[in-house]
C-alpha cells in the first residue's frame, strides 16, 4: 500500500524462532499503517516458513547464530538504520490506530528522553485475563517493570546510553529495563498490544507468574542464565 508519512526513521526490530504462524497477523498490522519504517527481523534458526513469510514482506533478515532472545534483539538493533527503535514479540498483535500514536511520539523532541511500552492485553474473556492486565499495568506504572510482551520504544540515544540488551536467553528485557530506569522514566504508549493467549491458556495463570517472580529473584541474586533458561522453558 502506498505510504503518505514517514516516522523519523523508525526501525522495529522482531526476534524469531518458528514463528511462521504469527507473523502473517503481525505483518498485517503493520501494513495498515500509512507511514514508512524499516522492518528488521533476525531469526534464530527457523525450520519452518518464519524466513519465507518474512521474504514476502520484505523485511530486511539477518540469521542470527544463536538461539538467543537477547542476542538476537541486540544485533537487530546494531543493524536498525533508524533513530527510533521498536522491539516487538512475533506473537504480538496491534490495534489499527497505534502507528498513529507512535508517529506523535516520535515527533515531539522530548520523547527520545524516555522509554515507551504498550498496556499489555491479551484477547479473552476470561476474568483471569483482566485481573492479569490489571497487576501488569500497576506494576509498570508504579515499579517501571515493564516486560518484553509489551513491546519497547526507545530513541537510539537513550538506547545505547544504557548499554543496550544484553546478550541473555531470557531475563533480557528486565535487564535493560533495569538500566534504563537509572537514568530515564518508562511512560504508557497509551496502546494496547496483545500477545497471544495461548501460553497463558495451557497453564495456571497463577503458578505460571509465581515461577516467573521465582526465577526473576534467582536472576537477581546471580544463579546462572542457563539454568534459569532450562527451568523456564522445561
Known sequence: MARSETFPTLSIIIPTLNEATHLPLLFADLNTW?????????DGGSTDLTISIAQIQ???IINSPKKSRGYQLKTGASEAKGDWLLFLHADSRLDQGCGKSLFKITQNKTSKNFAWY????????????????????LRSHFLQRPYGDQGLLVHKELYHRCGGFSSLKIMEDLDLITR????A?????????????????????IKRAIKNASLREKWRKGHKIDDLAKEYYS
Open 185 to 205: 522514566k518508562l511512560k504508557r504508549i497509551g496502546e494496547n498490544l496483545y500477545t497471544d493467549d495461548i501460553r497463558w491458556s495451557n497453564s495456571n495463570i
Open 34 to 42: 500509512p507511514y514508512n519504517f524499516d522492518l528488521t527481523l533476525v
Open 180 to 183: 534504563i530506569t537509572k537514568t
Open 58 to 60: 520484505g523485511a530486511n
Open 118 to 137: 504498550f498496556d499489555f492485553k491479551v484477547k479473552k474473556d476470561n476474568l483471569e485475563f483482566r485481573i492479569l492486565e490489571l497487576a501488569v499495568a
